[in-house]
């Protein structure tokens, strides 16, 4: 048995509904229930079918509404890792902490590149933070508090899947200095992200190797699964860029947050429109069951 939820980013009407049965009957597939999480918000269709045609019949066919397409055993999940930049909070750390040095432009452009699969992850990280040499360490906390702002629904999805016996883990390609204090403030269970290096209150230019990239966020989903007896499906990886993918396509349910077309394309589901509570309803939680 499959699900197929939508996920209004401001309302989902009966009609929106009525139109997707009809998508599915178009199909061959007559739908077999529908159920709703959160009145005028979010809603449940049931299919016994091959899903990836329904998913493909479905997604981006409603204006402002997601569509997650996935199985029904395993639907609340029991491990979440999770992107921080792009994803868990709204700026590139790396891109705003160089505006401090009056860079942000070509750091940005070097990050949307590398985020977009056209530059190799390690390489682009140690080219931006060479250009951050000297830069006066107080200004990483003061680009913390001053840019860094978190996700909405962040705090609900850590905290709720926690809540319910889930291990979460924050695995970020950005730096300690903003991954540690922003996982704190959501919730997570664990933080894994690179190191800047400095000396005398000032970075050197060098980041600590080796670099967490796309092959650490993957081996951490694997090495959490087995270390919790878990099958793949148990499992939820979200982020939005390309080195994002490996640990997106290990996961039962890997999700493209607002992403860029590479993460989009390997995805099991795409949220262009809402924000992180979407894995909330996808999940099957209401809103009543959210954690504070």
């Not at 509904?17 to 178009?26: H, M, P, Q």
């Amino acid at each position: 048995m499959f699900i197929a939820t939508l996920i209004a980013a401001d309302q989902l009407s009966g009609g929106d509904i009525s139109t997707a049965e009809d998508l599915l009957r178009d199909r061959g597939v007559e739908p077999m229930g529908r159920s709703w999480i959160e009145r005028d918000k979010a809603c449940d269709l049931l299919f016994s079918a091959d899903p990836a045609p329904i998913r493909s019949a479905l997604e981006g066919r409603f204006a402002g509404v997601d569509v997650i397409v996935q199985g029904e055993a395993s639907r609340r999940k029991t491990l979440l890792v999770a992107d921080m930049d792009s994803t868990m909070i709204t700026v590139e750390c790396i891109d705003e902490l160089a505006d401090y040095a009056g860079l942000k432009a070509e750091v940005a452009e070097i990050t949307e590149r590398a985020m977009r699969g056209e530059l190799q992850f390690e390489q682009a990280l140690r080219a931006r933070v060479a250009l951050l040499k000297d830069l006066d360490e107080a200004m990483i906390d003061r680009c913390r508090n001053e840019r860094v702002r978190l996700t909405p629904g962040a705090r609900a999805l850590v905290r709720t899947m926690r809540r319910d016996g889930a291990l979460t883990i924050l695995v970020s390609g950005g730096f300690t200095a903003f991954a540690e204090p922003v996982g704190a403030e959501i919730g997570f269970e664990r933080v894994l992200a690179n190191r800047l290096l400095g000396a005398d209150g000032r970075l050197d230019g060098t980041v600590g190797e080796p670099i967490v990239g796309a092959d650490t966020k993957r081996a951490t989903l694997l090495h959490a699964l087995a270390e919790r007896s878990l099958d793949a499906a148990e499992a939820l990886a979200v982020g939005d860029g390309a080195n994002d993918i490996p640990m997106i396509e290990a996961a039962g349910l890997g999700v493209a947050f607002h992403a860029k077309p590479a993460a989009a394309a390997a995805a099991d589901a795409r949220i262009a429109h809402g924000d992180l509570t979407v894995l909330l309803y996808a999940q099957g939680y209401a809103r009543s069951e959210w954690a504070d």
